[in-house]
């Protein structure tokens, strides 16, 4: 989710630019990169903008070795609403396997928001410059009713994420790994994936909509340039990755895609969001599930579902790097 879990949803349609993809804010998320008080653009879905249909968009061709790697004991940390302990950078289980399907490979992972960050709410308030205007540099996310916070939840995907993906081989950069008092800025969420040279990214998130608005729904970046942002070049390749990824996290998951969002389709297009109009590499976002919906908050607190959730997520960005 983008911001903090006081502020009210807007839901205003927004009138994106005549452009392939327009502009569709929603509720909550697409986080980390939307501001806490009034920087989330509207709701309404204006244009799902892909042709490929969850459903339809994941072909099941993996290496059975990837899927049933083990998880290093960092990407098993419990569930529960304390923040998990952060990793050091240099950790062993930064090492991808010598083989496997993504070797050679770069995947960026963003794990959304920082559990730190309600402590700096000066620091994250401030506004950075992401091309098309400016946001806030950071958000606090949202959390269940329990209280298991949005930025927990993505460091624990993101660990599991990371896990499966270097036992595929990939090398695996994270943009934070709670180990910094706040942020990163969504800029330098970007820039970091830019400068990994990442043939992949993805920012993990989970929403705080409305209870009984349920599913997941993965955002692309419309096509949008001004300043430092342009996503002409990662429009297309986003959408692919996209479309795998919700496929992928159907299969896995079971969970449906939004019924909020996306028409059904488990896609949404933003060019809100710092953390895409600034990246020069194929990245996309995922919204989880629901964090204030109770059903989707009893699979997201689960780790056995984060572990699917993750699994989904490897399976989808290992499916577009081998396309
Ligand atoms: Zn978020």
Redesign the pocket.
């Known amino acids: 989710?983008?911001h903090g879990s006081v502020s009210p949803i807007a839901r205003r349609i927004v009138a994106g630019p005549a452009v392939v993809f327009l502009a569709a804010g929603l509720a909550?998320?697409?986080?980390?990169t939307v501001g806490m008080g009034g920087g989330d653009d509207g709701k309404k879905p204006v244009a799902a903008a892909s042709s490929s249909s969850p459903s339809s968009s994941s072909p099941s061709s993996l290496p059975s070795s990837a899927s049933a790697a083990p998880r290093t004991p960092q990407s098993a940390s419990p569930a529960g609403p304390k923040s998990s302990a952060p990793a050091p950078v240099d950790a062993p289980s930064d090492a991808p396997a010598a083989d496997g399907p993504l070797r050679g490979k770069v995947v960026v992972v963003d794990p959304?928001?920082n559990i730190h960050n309600a402590e700096h709410s000066a620091e994250i308030n401030r506004q950075v410059d992401i091309g098309t205007g400016s946001k806030e540099c950071d958000?606090t996310?949202?959390e269940t009713n329990s209280g298991y916070a949005?930025a927990t939840f993505?460091l624990d995907v993101a660990h599991r994420l990371r896990a499966i993906l270097q036992s595929r081989g990939a090398k695996v950069v994270l943009t934070h790994d709670g180990d910094r008092p706040y942020g990163p800025c969504v800029t330098e969420r970007a820039e970091i994936g830019n400068k990994a040279h990442g043939d992949a990214a993805i920012s993990i998130?989970?929403?705080?909509a409305e209870p009984g608005q349920r599913g997941f729904h993965v955002i692309l970046p419309a096509k949008v340039r001004g300043g430092a942002a342009d996503t002409a070049p990662i429009v297309e390749p986003s959408k692919e990755l996209g479309a795998r990824v919700a496929g992928n996290f159907v299969k896995v998951t079971g969970s449906a895609p939004s019924n909020y969002i996306g028409h059904g389709t488990g896609l949404d297009t933003r060019g809100d969001l710092g953390g895409l109009n600034l990246s020069t590499i194929p990245k996309v976002f995922i919204?989880c599930g629901n964090m204030r919906d109770a059903q989707d908050a009893a699979l997201l607190t689960d780790g056995d579902w984060r572990e699917k959730a993750a699994q989904g997520i490897a399976n989808g960005i290992t499916d577009f790097l081998h396309g």
């Open positions: 989710m983008s909550g998320c697409g986080g980390g959304g928001h958000t996310g949202t949005e993505s998130h989970a929403d705080g919204e």
